[in-house]
């Protein structure tokens, strides 16, 4: 987190939230419920992050035609710049971490941290009563 603060720290963006603009790019119209969970992260945080993006600029929220209780999320031309960086510092970020490593070595770890991710999602649910957002 604090490599990507120091990336993204000129942009304006914090690194809790390129997060959430990248897969509001990702996913054009997503919803803030969806948006959370696909981070598993709680609604409130979420709509932090959406509140914070939206003051800048980078997206904008539009109401759902079949139901105007739902808002759906989009990034504006202005986020575009913005998510170029996001992604440009994630390569680089993992060009940092598998250096000197084999093509072999890399696939490896990414699957290894795949695995621990998902036994600290799981032991993480299981300890919270199922509950994930």
């Known amino acids: 987190m604090r490599y ?3 990336e993204l720290n000129s942009l304006g963006i914090g690194a809790g939230q390129h997060f959430f603009l990248v897969r509001i790019f990702e996913n054009q119209g997503i919803n803030v419920y969806d948006l959370a969970k696909c981070g598993h992260y709680d609604k409130a945080t979420a709509t932090r992050a959406i509140h914070k993006m939206e003051e800048y600029g980078y997206i904008r929220r539009e109401s759902d035609p079949a139901d105007g209780r ?5 990034t504006t031309e202005k986020a575009q710049p913005i998510v170029d960086s996001v992604y440009a510092a994630v390569l680089k ?5 598998t250096r000197g490593m084999s093509d072999e070595e890399i696939i490896l770890a990414e699957r290894l941290m795949e695995l621990m991710a998902k036994n600290a999602y799981e032991f993480t649910i299981d300890n919270q009563g199922g509950k994930t957002v």
């Open 4 to 6: 990507y603060d120091q």
């Open 70 to 74: 739902v808002c759906r999320l989009y």
């Open 93 to 97: 970020w993992n060009d940092i971490l």
